[in-house]
Protein backbone atom coordinates (compact mmCIF):
# COMPACT_ATOMS: atom_id res chain seq x y z
CA UNK A 1 0.00 0.00 0.00
CA UNK A 2 1.86 3.23 -0.93
CA UNK A 3 1.46 6.86 0.82
CA UNK A 4 1.32 10.26 -1.04
CA UNK A 5 3.75 12.41 0.17
CA UNK A 6 1.55 14.46 2.87
CA UNK A 7 0.39 10.99 4.29
CA UNK A 8 3.91 10.07 4.83
CA UNK A 9 4.46 13.27 6.74
CA UNK A 10 0.99 12.67 8.31
CA UNK A 11 1.87 9.13 9.13
CA UNK A 12 5.17 10.73 10.47
CA UNK A 13 3.76 13.16 12.80
CA UNK A 14 1.02 10.32 14.34
CA UNK A 15 3.77 8.25 15.34
CA UNK A 16 5.60 11.05 16.92
CA UNK A 17 2.24 12.41 18.83
CA UNK A 18 1.36 8.58 20.32
CA UNK A 19 5.27 8.44 21.58
CA UNK A 20 4.50 11.63 23.02
CA UNK A 21 1.07 10.86 24.25
CA UNK A 22 2.35 8.04 26.00
CA UNK A 23 5.35 9.48 27.60
CA UNK A 24 2.93 12.44 28.95
CA UNK A 25 0.83 9.44 30.59
CA UNK A 26 3.54 7.95 32.32
CA UNK A 27 3.25 4.39 29.61
CA UNK A 28 6.75 4.47 28.91
CA UNK A 29 10.13 6.41 30.34
CA UNK A 30 10.72 9.43 29.90
CA UNK A 31 13.95 11.46 30.14
CA UNK A 32 12.01 15.02 29.58
CA UNK A 33 10.50 17.66 32.24
CA UNK A 34 6.72 17.82 30.83
CA UNK A 35 5.31 19.69 34.00
CA UNK A 36 3.47 22.14 31.84
CA UNK A 37 2.65 20.47 29.09
CA UNK A 38 1.02 17.35 31.40
CA UNK A 39 -1.62 19.50 31.43
CA UNK A 40 -3.03 18.91 27.89
CA UNK A 41 -2.76 15.46 28.02
CA UNK A 42 -6.68 15.48 26.72
CA UNK A 43 -5.44 17.74 23.96
CA UNK A 44 -2.85 15.25 22.87
CA UNK A 45 -5.03 12.58 22.91
CA UNK A 46 -7.96 14.29 20.68
CA UNK A 47 -5.49 14.98 17.74
CA UNK A 48 -4.09 11.35 18.43
CA UNK A 49 -7.94 10.20 18.25
CA UNK A 50 -8.57 12.11 14.72
CA UNK A 51 -5.49 10.43 12.88
CA UNK A 52 -7.35 7.32 14.31
CA UNK A 53 -10.79 7.97 12.61
CA UNK A 54 -8.72 9.55 9.49
CA UNK A 55 -6.86 6.28 9.19
CA UNK A 56 -9.90 4.33 9.89
CA UNK A 57 -11.91 6.31 7.16
CA UNK A 58 -9.16 5.91 4.53
CA UNK A 59 -9.28 2.07 5.83
CA UNK A 60 -5.07 2.09 5.67
CA UNK A 61 -2.98 0.13 8.55
CA UNK A 62 -1.61 3.10 10.76
CA UNK A 63 -5.37 3.56 12.64
CA UNK A 64 -3.63 0.43 14.09
CA UNK A 65 -1.14 2.35 15.68
CA UNK A 66 -3.55 3.96 18.09
CA UNK A 67 -4.98 0.85 18.63
CA UNK A 68 -1.38 -0.36 19.79
CA UNK A 69 -0.54 2.47 21.95
CA UNK A 70 -3.94 2.35 23.56
CA UNK A 71 -3.01 -1.15 24.92
CA UNK A 72 0.10 -0.15 25.91
CA UNK A 73 -1.41 2.92 27.85
CA UNK A 74 -4.36 0.79 29.15
CA UNK A 75 -3.91 1.22 32.66
CA UNK A 76 -3.29 5.25 32.23
CA UNK A 77 -6.53 5.27 30.27
CA UNK A 78 -8.13 4.62 33.03
CA UNK A 79 -7.15 7.44 34.90
CA UNK A 80 -7.93 9.99 31.73
CA UNK A 81 -11.51 8.32 30.50
CA UNK A 82 -13.90 5.84 32.42
CA UNK A 83 -16.62 4.48 30.80
CA UNK A 84 -19.47 3.41 33.09
CA UNK A 85 -18.96 0.44 35.06
CA UNK A 86 -22.10 -1.47 36.05
CA UNK A 87 -19.94 -4.40 37.91
CA UNK A 88 -19.15 -2.12 41.47
CA UNK A 89 -18.84 -4.35 44.37
CA UNK A 90 -20.93 -2.39 46.33
CA UNK A 91 -21.62 -1.63 49.97
CA UNK A 92 -25.24 -2.08 51.67
CA UNK A 93 -23.64 0.46 54.65
CA UNK A 94 -22.76 3.55 53.10
CA UNK A 95 -22.31 7.75 53.28
CA UNK A 96 -21.41 10.17 51.37
CA UNK A 97 -18.73 12.68 50.89
CA UNK A 98 -18.39 15.94 48.56
CA UNK A 99 -15.60 17.97 48.09
CA UNK A 100 -15.82 21.50 46.43
CA UNK A 101 -13.97 24.88 46.00
CA UNK A 102 -16.05 26.90 46.22
CA UNK A 103 -13.89 30.02 45.09
CA UNK A 104 -14.88 32.11 48.00
CA UNK A 105 -18.68 32.11 47.61
CA UNK A 106 -18.36 34.70 44.93
CA UNK A 107 -16.92 37.37 46.76
CA UNK A 108 -15.03 39.05 44.51
CA UNK A 109 -17.88 39.21 42.09
CA UNK A 110 -15.75 36.79 39.29
CA UNK A 111 -19.26 35.61 38.26
CA UNK A 112 -21.86 38.17 37.40
CA UNK A 113 -24.35 37.26 40.22
CA UNK A 114 -25.21 38.15 43.53
CA UNK A 115 -26.98 34.73 44.14
CA UNK A 116 -24.15 32.46 44.19
CA UNK A 117 -23.73 31.81 48.11
CA UNK A 118 -27.87 30.54 47.62
CA UNK A 119 -27.34 28.83 44.55
CA UNK A 120 -24.41 26.67 46.39
CA UNK A 121 -26.44 26.07 49.37
CA UNK A 122 -29.54 24.75 47.03
CA UNK A 123 -26.93 22.61 45.42
CA UNK A 124 -25.68 21.29 48.64
CA UNK A 125 -29.36 20.61 49.68
CA UNK A 126 -30.18 18.86 46.38
CA UNK A 127 -26.98 16.22 47.29
CA UNK A 128 -27.24 16.47 50.80
CA UNK A 129 -23.55 14.91 51.34
CA UNK A 130 -22.97 13.47 55.04
CA UNK A 131 -19.66 15.11 55.04
CA UNK A 132 -19.00 18.11 53.13
CA UNK A 133 -15.09 19.55 52.35
CA UNK A 134 -14.84 23.44 50.91
CA UNK A 135 -11.74 24.85 49.89
CA UNK A 136 -11.67 28.64 49.20
CA UNK A 137 -14.22 29.15 52.29
CA UNK A 138 -15.65 32.45 52.59
CA UNK A 139 -16.66 33.21 56.83
CA UNK A 140 -18.53 36.08 55.46
CA UNK A 141 -19.98 34.91 52.33
CA UNK A 142 -20.92 31.49 53.51
CA UNK A 143 -24.69 30.27 53.82
CA UNK A 144 -25.65 28.75 56.53
CA UNK A 145 -26.04 25.12 55.86
CA UNK A 146 -28.06 24.13 58.57
CA UNK A 147 -28.75 20.80 57.92
CA UNK A 148 -25.23 20.01 59.41
CA UNK A 149 -25.05 20.00 63.55
CA UNK A 150 -21.03 19.69 63.32
CA UNK A 151 -18.52 21.53 61.33
CA UNK A 152 -14.55 22.66 61.78
CA UNK A 153 -13.28 25.87 59.74
CA UNK A 154 -9.91 26.75 59.84
CA UNK A 155 -8.42 29.40 62.20
CA UNK A 156 -7.86 32.37 61.82
CA UNK A 157 -3.68 32.44 61.91
CA UNK A 158 -2.50 34.55 59.06
CA UNK A 159 -3.89 37.14 56.72
CA UNK A 160 -3.79 35.93 53.01
CA UNK A 161 -4.62 32.35 54.17
CA UNK A 162 -6.86 30.42 51.97
CA UNK A 163 -9.45 29.02 54.05
CA UNK A 164 -10.76 25.53 54.89
CA UNK A 165 -13.99 24.22 55.98
CA UNK A 166 -15.58 20.96 57.08
CA UNK A 167 -19.03 20.16 57.70
CA UNK A 168 -20.57 16.91 59.16
CA UNK A 169 -23.41 15.36 59.82
CA UNK A 170 -21.53 13.08 62.76
CA UNK A 171 -20.38 14.59 65.79
CA UNK A 172 -16.89 15.39 65.59
CA UNK A 173 -14.72 13.21 67.68
CA UNK A 174 -11.14 14.97 66.85
CA UNK A 175 -10.02 18.16 64.36
CA UNK A 176 -6.65 19.34 63.50
CA UNK A 177 -5.04 22.05 60.60
CA UNK A 178 -1.72 21.54 58.34
CA UNK A 179 -0.51 24.70 57.99
CA UNK A 180 1.58 24.19 54.69
CA UNK A 181 4.74 25.59 54.93
CA UNK A 182 5.24 29.73 53.00
CA UNK A 183 1.69 29.02 51.60
CA UNK A 184 -1.63 30.54 51.14
CA UNK A 185 -2.91 26.81 51.11
CA UNK A 186 -2.89 24.27 53.69
CA UNK A 187 -5.44 21.66 55.04
CA UNK A 188 -7.50 20.16 57.63
CA UNK A 189 -9.16 17.01 59.15
CA UNK A 190 -11.81 15.80 61.46
CA UNK A 191 -12.44 12.53 63.03
CA UNK A 192 -16.16 11.25 62.69
CA UNK A 193 -17.93 7.83 63.38
CA UNK A 194 -20.28 5.90 61.06
CA UNK A 195 -21.81 2.46 62.15
CA UNK A 196 -19.60 2.37 65.17
CA UNK A 197 -15.95 2.38 63.15
CA UNK A 198 -14.05 6.09 63.46
CA UNK A 199 -12.50 7.26 60.47
CA UNK A 200 -10.61 10.73 59.35
CA UNK A 201 -12.10 13.13 56.76
CA UNK A 202 -8.84 15.48 54.97
CA UNK A 203 -9.46 18.38 53.21
CA UNK A 204 -6.62 19.21 51.02
CA UNK A 205 -5.92 21.99 48.94
CA UNK A 206 -2.75 22.12 47.34
CA UNK A 207 -0.34 25.03 45.82
CA UNK A 208 -2.01 26.88 43.74
CA UNK A 209 -0.80 28.28 39.99
CA UNK A 210 -1.51 31.58 40.17
CA UNK A 211 -1.73 32.46 36.49
CA UNK A 212 -2.14 35.55 35.42
CA UNK A 213 -2.82 37.40 32.40
CA UNK A 214 1.10 38.06 30.79
CA UNK A 215 1.80 34.47 31.75
CA UNK A 216 2.24 32.62 28.25
CA UNK A 217 3.33 29.40 27.49
CA UNK A 218 4.35 30.01 23.70
CA UNK A 219 6.41 33.57 23.79
CA UNK A 220 10.11 34.19 25.34
CA UNK A 221 10.47 34.98 27.65
CA UNK A 222 6.96 34.88 29.41
CA UNK A 223 7.07 31.26 28.64
CA UNK A 224 10.36 30.14 30.35
CA UNK A 225 9.41 32.35 33.57
CA UNK A 226 5.91 30.15 33.35
CA UNK A 227 8.11 26.99 33.10
CA UNK A 228 9.86 27.95 36.03
CA UNK A 229 6.82 29.07 38.16
CA UNK A 230 4.54 25.51 37.41
CA UNK A 231 8.63 23.97 38.34
CA UNK A 232 8.14 25.94 41.95
CA UNK A 233 4.30 24.92 42.22
CA UNK A 234 5.17 21.08 41.77
CA UNK A 235 8.27 21.03 43.96
CA UNK A 236 6.03 23.09 46.85
CA UNK A 237 2.48 20.43 46.07
CA UNK A 238 5.23 17.46 46.71
CA UNK A 239 6.43 19.09 50.03
CA UNK A 240 3.01 19.71 51.10
CA UNK A 241 2.31 16.32 50.66
CA UNK A 242 5.01 15.26 52.95
CA UNK A 243 3.67 17.46 55.64
CA UNK A 244 0.46 15.52 54.93
CA UNK A 245 2.21 12.35 55.40
CA UNK A 246 3.52 13.15 58.47
CA UNK A 247 0.12 13.71 59.68
CA UNK A 248 -1.19 10.42 58.25
CA UNK A 249 1.54 8.54 59.19
CA UNK A 250 0.23 9.00 63.37
CA UNK A 251 -3.30 8.44 62.20
CA UNK A 252 -5.05 5.18 63.40
CA UNK A 253 -7.85 4.98 61.78
CA UNK A 254 -9.07 4.36 57.53
CA UNK A 255 -9.29 7.94 55.74
CA UNK A 256 -10.62 9.63 53.10
CA UNK A 257 -8.85 12.91 51.54
CA UNK A 258 -10.43 15.31 49.40
CA UNK A 259 -8.01 17.37 47.58
CA UNK A 260 -8.07 20.56 45.19
CA UNK A 261 -5.05 19.08 44.16
CA UNK A 262 -4.08 21.89 41.78
CA UNK A 263 -2.74 19.26 39.64
CA UNK A 264 -3.70 16.23 37.26
CA UNK A 265 -3.52 12.65 37.56
CA UNK A 266 -0.80 12.35 35.38
CA UNK A 267 1.10 13.77 37.52
CA UNK A 268 3.61 13.68 40.38
CA UNK A 269 1.90 15.02 43.39
CA UNK A 270 -1.12 12.55 41.86
CA UNK A 271 0.95 9.54 42.17
CA UNK A 272 2.60 10.80 45.45
CA UNK A 273 -1.13 11.32 47.16
CA UNK A 274 -2.31 8.19 45.81
CA UNK A 275 -0.33 5.75 47.28
CA UNK A 276 -2.01 2.44 48.75
CA UNK A 277 -5.43 4.61 47.98
CA UNK A 278 -8.09 4.51 46.11
CA UNK A 279 -9.25 6.90 43.25
CA UNK A 280 -12.99 7.35 43.38
CA UNK A 281 -13.29 8.76 40.02
CA UNK A 282 -11.36 5.35 38.91
CA UNK A 283 -13.68 3.16 40.63
CA UNK A 284 -16.80 4.66 40.02
CA UNK A 285 -16.71 7.58 37.68
CA UNK A 286 -17.39 8.14 33.79
CA UNK A 287 -16.27 9.69 31.27
CA UNK A 288 -13.29 12.69 31.61
CA UNK A 289 -14.44 13.61 35.36
CA UNK A 290 -13.33 17.33 34.75
CA UNK A 291 -13.62 19.44 37.32
CA UNK A 292 -11.84 22.63 36.23
CA UNK A 293 -10.96 24.15 32.78
CA UNK A 294 -7.93 25.84 32.05
CA UNK A 295 -7.81 27.86 29.32
CA UNK A 296 -10.49 26.10 27.86
CA UNK A 297 -9.14 22.34 28.25
CA UNK A 298 -10.82 20.36 30.21
CA UNK A 299 -8.80 18.71 33.58
CA UNK A 300 -9.20 16.47 36.56
CA UNK A 301 -7.77 18.55 39.57
CA UNK A 302 -10.17 17.72 41.92
CA UNK A 303 -10.24 14.27 43.90
CA UNK A 304 -11.47 11.97 46.70
CA UNK A 305 -9.10 8.99 48.02
CA UNK A 306 -9.95 6.54 49.79
CA UNK A 307 -8.38 4.01 52.28
CA UNK A 308 -8.44 0.29 50.42
CA UNK A 309 -11.26 -0.69 53.20
CA UNK A 310 -13.29 1.97 51.87
CA UNK A 311 -15.76 0.65 48.87
CA UNK A 312 -16.77 3.07 46.07
CA UNK A 313 -20.59 3.09 45.56
CA UNK A 314 -20.74 5.94 43.27
CA UNK A 315 -18.94 8.98 42.45
CA UNK A 316 -20.59 12.11 40.29
CA UNK A 317 -19.43 15.30 39.18
CA UNK A 318 -22.21 18.00 39.70
CA UNK A 319 -21.63 20.77 36.19
CA UNK A 320 -22.75 23.43 38.10
CA UNK A 321 -20.97 26.93 37.17
CA UNK A 322 -21.50 28.18 40.52
CA UNK A 323 -17.40 28.63 40.99
CA UNK A 324 -14.08 27.84 38.70
CA UNK A 325 -14.26 24.62 40.03
CA UNK A 326 -17.24 21.36 39.70
CA UNK A 327 -17.84 19.47 42.88
CA UNK A 328 -17.24 15.94 43.48
CA UNK A 329 -19.37 13.11 45.43
CA UNK A 330 -18.45 9.80 46.27
CA UNK A 331 -20.67 6.94 47.99
CA UNK A 332 -18.94 5.37 50.54
CA UNK A 333 -19.25 1.97 52.52
CA UNK A 334 -17.78 -0.69 54.17
CA UNK A 335 -19.48 -3.95 55.19
Known amino acids: MKFSFIENCLLALNGCLLVFQLMLMGSIPSFFNFSIINLFIPVVVLFNLIFFCY ?13 GAFLIGYSEWNLLYKFPNNTVRKSSSTFSVMSYNVRLFNKYRWIDSSSIPASIEDLIRVKNPDVLCLQEYSRSEAPRLDAYDYKYIQPSREMGKSPLAIYSKFPILDQGYIDFEASTNSGAFIDISFRNKRLRVYNLHLESFRINAEDSLFSNPNSEALQLKF ?39 YKALSVDRNDAFTLAGKGLGETFYFASFPLRIDFIFTHK ?25 WD
Open 55 to 67: WLMKMKWPFLLFM
Open 309 to 333: DFKVNAFEVAKENYSDHYPIIAHLG
Open 231 to 269: DEVFRKQLTQIDQFNAVEAVNDFPSIVCTDLNNTQFSKA
